[in-house]
């Protein structure tokens, strides 16, 4: 058992530094391209209310982030949970094939308690109340002058 825990271990590790690597670039260059593609827009575009500096700070902030959330983080506990699933299950199934089939005919009603506590908790983040804060926030920095 220490053998299957270090080699869990540095497996988690070695995962955990791939995932942070891989989203750490995916960030820096969705924020560079963002980035550029605001300076590229024309002045007419910038004057518009709803393209104000500090609510494209705001974005080019948090975008990247919830794209780096998505991709990295949930891919990776997605994958996690997939391996650690399917491993259980053949192991359950060699080990005691009755009781494994015992398990997989509860595990729907498992996956329907899981689905229903995931849209209840995403209900409770919205996202638009943080950006018109920082709106807000950047307005106040901006006219401290």
């Not at 080019?60 to 983080?73: C, E, H, K, P």
């Not at 849209?119 to 018109?132: A, D, I, P, V």
Request: proline fraction near 1%.
């Amino acid at each position: 058992f220490v053998i299957v825990g270090a080699v869990a271990f540095i497996s988690l590790l070695l995962r955990l530094y791939c995932i942070g690597v891989a989203g750490e670039a995916l960030t820096r260059r969705l924020r560079e391209k963002s980035f550029w593609s605001i300076l590229n827009q024309e002045a007419q575009w910038l004057d518009q209310p709803s393209h104000r500096r500090a609510l494209l700070t705001t974005r080019l902030a948090s975008d990247a982030a919830t794209v780096r959330g998505l991709v990295g983080d949930r891919l990776a506990m997605a994958l996690t949970a997939s391996i650690n699933i399917f491993g259980g299950i053949i192991l359950a199934l060699f080990y005691c094939w009755r009781v494994a089939l015992v398990v997989l005919g509860s595990l729907p009603v498992i996956a329907i308690g899981g689905a229903l506590q995931f849209r209840l908790m995403s209900g409770f983040s919205n996202n638009k109340h943080y950006e018109e804060s920082w709106q807000l926030a950047g307005q106040n920095i901006e006219n401290i002058r």
